[in-house]
């Protein structure tokens, strides 16, 4: 298994669509997990931290589940401007380096 | 709010030459990162640095070499550039150092073209 591991995309939806990214980590001693958001032609910005009780930041809710290795994230009302890239990371447990999946194009439609 | 700031957005050499990427943090951050990011590859860690004159080799170090005299910069270094590392070259800080918990922010990247 891929040290972490995306749905390959890319994803087209219209506006006001939901859409769920999975992500799948190999490290079952991983400690902290993001998602990462990557405009083109721009560099990765952290859109938010997934916590083992799941979390929520406005249109945006992050799940973890521990004994699946699995990480979620969910975007309710899909705006144009959410187009981007998704990136999963994982932190490797043991020490402070983070592994990024390849990430997930999401295009969204007018 | 963090800045990171990269010395060149755009670089273009050729096979051989010697290639100096800067990134200087503007936020006391104690670790600094370098990644290449390739398409179908994602991001990959080259060199991560957690305090002035430390550094520790990523997953692809190859080639590639690093330098933080102090703790605001670090420089990657290419001693002979080849065409396969034309890439996207991307920077990072996070706050503490042995903190995975961190946010790791970001500089804009620089495109390097080996011809």
């Known amino acids: 298994r891929k040290e972490v591991e995306q749905d390959p995309g890319p994803f087209n939806v219209p506006e006001g669509a939901t859409v769920a990214f999975n992500c799948t980590y190999s490290?079952?001693?991983?400690?902290?997990f993001f998602w990462y958001r990557q405009d083109c032609r721009k560099e990765p910005k952290l859109l938010m931290s997934?916590?083992?009780s799941g979390n929520e930041d406005g249109r945006f809710t992050a799940q973890l589940n521990r004994a699946s290795q699995y990480i979620s994230l969910l975007i309710r009302d899909s705006k144009l401007s959410d187009s981007a890239t998704y990136l999963c990371?994982?932190?490797?447990?043991?020490?402070?380096?983070?592994?990024f999946g390849k990430g997930t194009l999401l295009t969204v439609n007018p | 709010d963090v800045k990171v700031t990269q010395s060149s957005r755009y670089l273009v050499k050729r096979t051989g030459e010697k290639v100096f990427l800067e990134c200087v943090q503007d936020?006391?951050?104690?670790?600094m990162f370098w990644y290449r990011q390739d398409p179908g590859l994602g991001l990959r860690l080259i060199y991560f640095?957690?305090?002035?004159?430390?550094?520790e080799k990523g997953d692809i170090p190859e080639g590639y070499s690093v330098s933080r005299e102090k703790k605001e910069r670090f420089s990657l270094i290419l001693e002979s550039a080849s065409t396969n590392q034309t890439s996207m070259y991307l920077c990072?800080?996070?706050?503490?150092?042995?903190?995975?918990?961190?946010?790791?922010?970001f500089g804009p990247g620089t495109r390097l073209t080996v011809l």
């Open positions: 990072a800080s996070s706050l503490l150092a042995h903190h995975g918990t961190d946010t790791q922010y």
């Open positions: 936020m006391d951050h104690e670790n």
């Open positions: 490290n079952s001693a991983s400690q902290s």
């Open positions: 997934v916590y083992s």
């Open positions: 640095s957690y305090d002035v004159k430390m550094k």
């Open positions: 990371v994982v932190n490797g447990g043991s020490n402070y380096k983070l592994t």
